[in-house]
């Protein structure tokens, strides 16, 4: 069964503390993985696709990476304002966008 | 250039009562997509349409139903509600087909079960 697992499920940093955030998946025939943000009471916001093994996309504090195995969101530096939730999605070969729990982070001044 | 917009954002229904909730896609975008959220189950797939057609449905009851018009807007309706629908259902279009081009969601419709 297609899985994707996020971790960790909270993290709380200090503003400037870099980190990372994980996406594992178990999945028939990838053909993409997605990273949204999303905010309280707000839809998810689309952040990056990313469609094979080695690829990496960037966006201002933020760098996403895939493997065959897992995706990584690395957030440099991060301010108050990165605080939400990002949620990782993968497609698999039928077609349907499968969502891990996400990830909740805060960013403390 | 205007995005996804759901209506209403917030119902409250009661038990056995049905309900249809409205997504305009971003002018262009073909596809239509639907999700529920809950803080227990995350956000779950339940179902795609693709100019005019269903192209994908998630594993829930026949009480969801959904259809597009000419216009690529869509509905969705719930029959027979239960407490446990209770949920943020969004709604995410794409330019094609969804296997081929990333999602951009609205802000979601709040639906309460009493």
């Known amino acids: 069964e297609d899985q994707v697992t996020q971790s960790p499920e909270a993290l709380r940093l200090q503003e400037g503390e870099s980190s990372s955030l994980n996406c594992s998946y178990t999945?028939?025939?990838?053909?993409?993985l997605f990273w949204y943000r999303q905010d309280p009471g707000k839809g998810p916001e689309f952040l990056f696709t990313?469609?094979?093994a080695g690829e990496e996309k960037e966006k201002e504090r933020l760098k996403a990476t895939l493997t065959k195995k897992e995706s990584f969101l690395h957030i440099t530096a991060p301010k108050p304002e990165d605080s939400a939730t990002y949620l990782c999605?993968?497609?698999?070969?039928?077609?349907?966008?499968?969502f891990g729990t996400g990830t909740r982070l805060q960013v403390f001044p | 250039k205007a995005g996804v917009t759901q209506t209403p954002r917030y119902l409250i229904k009661t038990r056995g009562q049905q309900v249809t909730l409205s997504c305009s896609p971003i002018?262009?975008?073909?596809?239509v997509s639907w999700y529920q959220q809950t803080p227990g189950q995350g956000l779950q797939f339940l179902f795609e349409?693709?100019?005019?057609?269903?192209?994908n449905k998630g594993n829930f009851p026949g009480r969801f139903s959904g259809r597009q018009f000419s216009n690529s807007r869509s509905e969705m309706n719930v029959s027979t509600l239960e407490l446990g629908d209770s949920a943020l259902y969004l709604c995410?279009?794409?330019?094609?087909?969804?296997?081929?081009?990333?999602?951009?969601f609205g802000q979601g419709t709040r639906l309460t079960v009493v």
């Open positions: 999945v028939s025939g990838l053909r993409g």
């Open positions: 349409y693709f100019s005019e057609t269903q192209r």
């Open positions: 990313l469609y094979s």
């Open positions: 002018s262009g975008h073909r596809s």
């Open positions: 995410a279009s794409s330019l094609n087909a969804f296997g081929n081009t990333e999602a951009f």
């Open positions: 999605a993968v497609i698999d070969n039928t077609d349907k966008l499968i």
